[in-house]
């Protein structure tokens, strides 16, 4: 058998998980040298929720630090999380806004982009699949893992093959909860392998603790490449630590290849981050700790640290446990959506209305609204008729491809900029998705290149030559 490949997610999914996506690109600097010496199968580095954090909180802008990291890790793959028709925003997109992000994310560095879609919808992921494709990019099309009736063996297999019909290049197992069992994952993936031809990559949190053990069985059954994060910022709501998988194989026939005694450079850097991180407030103690609780309440840690900071605003901390309680009978109500961006936010901030408004559903989102007539695409279990017009009232059920309804919008979006804010090709992009909070950041970008008068600041203009 040919050796394991090992993702690491240090530079996007550790700190998406544990510090809401609060890693700066200065920070993560000194490492990348380090990172790319390693012979990782990938660096999951950009995509989530790092394109928003980067605009919304630290004024960076996203693309550039895309840049930077290509040009620091020349010799490793690039790899990015990517949400099909709702690209890295909140809403669906038209198909000529999809396509012009994958073509920008793969001229920027990008090899290797996941694709997925919340309700594993394949429609949704219609016009990123063509357009990764165009771009002669690694296509790796993930499916969301979740449980319950409807998800059984069976159906993700012939998802799967679905996903390789329309021109997957590999099949990511998603689990962003940390639902999966070891011996689960073992029956799934021999599922897997029997149903389709390409590699097999496995992605699961730690949430849950059954992490190491789910990626050890999920091995032993045939999977090729599996996620992982530097130990300092692995375990807890992030996933399995690289140097403990890398030890635990080595010797083995499914050996990584990789050598500790290098890990050990990263990792000692990556302690320093961690020790800061959590000295500032930024990584909250709970999101480092096991709760196996996420297997009754199927709640992703993002998901859970948005349910805290919900009830917290409100002043009803005390209701959390009936709120964990309320999410599966949400999630049963909506079609059994999985809970992952952005069906996650969703239906917990619904749930979330449905306890402290002391009566269910008597406020109802718009989010939630669309949901149930169809916005987001088709759900995995057909919605009760009763309660969708209960949600919705005589609003018609949305049935087609929920882009078909979207005239292209690229041009339209290029007029609504400021021309004075318009750097790069790319800012377009990030307006369509974070509209005001990107006109901000150009903003902040804009005045600090320029002085008050408009005059560029050019330091090098005011020195002599000798």
């Known amino acids: 058998m040919a050796k394991i490949g090992i993702t690491e997610t240090v530079l996007r999914d550790a700190h998406q998980s544990l510090l809401a996506t609060r890693m700066t690109t200065e920070d993560m600097l000194p490492m990348l040298p380090l990172l790319d010496e390693i012979g990782f199968a990938s660096l999951e580095c950009w995509g989530g929720a790092t394109f928003d954090s980067c605009l919304r909180f630290l004024n960076e802008d996203p693309w550039e630090r895309l840049r930077t990291i290509r040009k620091n890790c020349p010799k490793t793959k690039l790899q990015m999380l990517f949400r099909g028709q709702n690209m890295l925003g909140y809403r669906h997109y038209s198909d000529d806004v999809v396509q012009y992000f994958v073509e920008k994310s793969v001229a920027n560095g990008i090899d290797i982009i996941r694709i997925f879609d919340a309700l594993n919808d394949v429609r949704n992921l219609d016009a990123a699949i063509k357009a990764t494709k165009h771009e002669k990019a690694h296509l790796q099309a993930a499916i969301s893992y979740t449980t319950g009736d409807v998800f059984t063996v069976d159906y993700y297999a012939k998802y799967a093959k679905r996903l390789e019909n329309a021109g997957a290049d590999s099949i990511c197992i998603k689990d962003m909860a940390g639902l999966l069992t070891p011996y689960g994952t073992y029956e799934l993936v021999k599922a897997l392998k029997n149903a389709v031809k390409i590699p097999i990559q496995l992605h699961s949190h730690y949430t849950s603790g059954l992490a190491s053990m789910v990626m050890l069985k999920g091995i032993e059954a045939g999977v090729d490449v599996i996620d992982t994060a530097i130990s300092p910022l692995a375990l807890g709501t992030s996933h399995p630590a690289t140097e403990s998988m890398v030890a635990a194989l080595s010797g083995t026939k499914y050996d990584t290849g990789l050598d500790l005694k290098k890990l050990t450079g990263i990792r000692s850097y990556v302690d320093t981050l961690r020790t800061k991180y959590i000295e500032s407030g930024l990584i909250d103690p709970k999101m480092l700790a096991v709760d196996a609780n996420a297997l009754l309440y199927q709640v992703p840690g993002g998901m859970l640290s948005n ?61 939630f609204k669309g949901l149930v007539r169809g916005e987001y695409g088709q759900t995995p279990v057909a919605i009760k008729e009763d309660f969708r017009k209960k949600i919705i009232g005589d609003d018609k059920p949305i049935t087609c491809r929920p882009a078909d309804l979207i005239k292209p919008e690229l041009t339209k979006l290029r007029a609504e900029i400021p021309s004075e804010f318009v750097e790069q090709e790319e800012d377009v992009l990030s307006y369509a998705q974070f509209g005001q909070v990107a006109l901000k950041f150009f903003e902040y970008r804009r005045n ?16 002599h030559p000798v």
């Open 307 to 367: 349910l805290v900071s919900q009830l917290k605003q409100a002043g009803q901390m005390d209701k959390l446990e009936e709120v964990l309680l309320e999410v599966p009978r949400v999630r049963k109500d909506a079609g059994y959506p999985p809970l992952v961006t952005p069906t996650s936010q969703i239906v917990g901030t619904q749930a979330v209305f449905n306890i402290i408004g002391g009566e269910r559903y008597k406020m109802v989102t718009k989010e």
């Open 448 to 463: 600090r290149k320029y002085g008050l008068d408009g005059e560029l600041l050019d330091m090098q203009s005011k020195v």
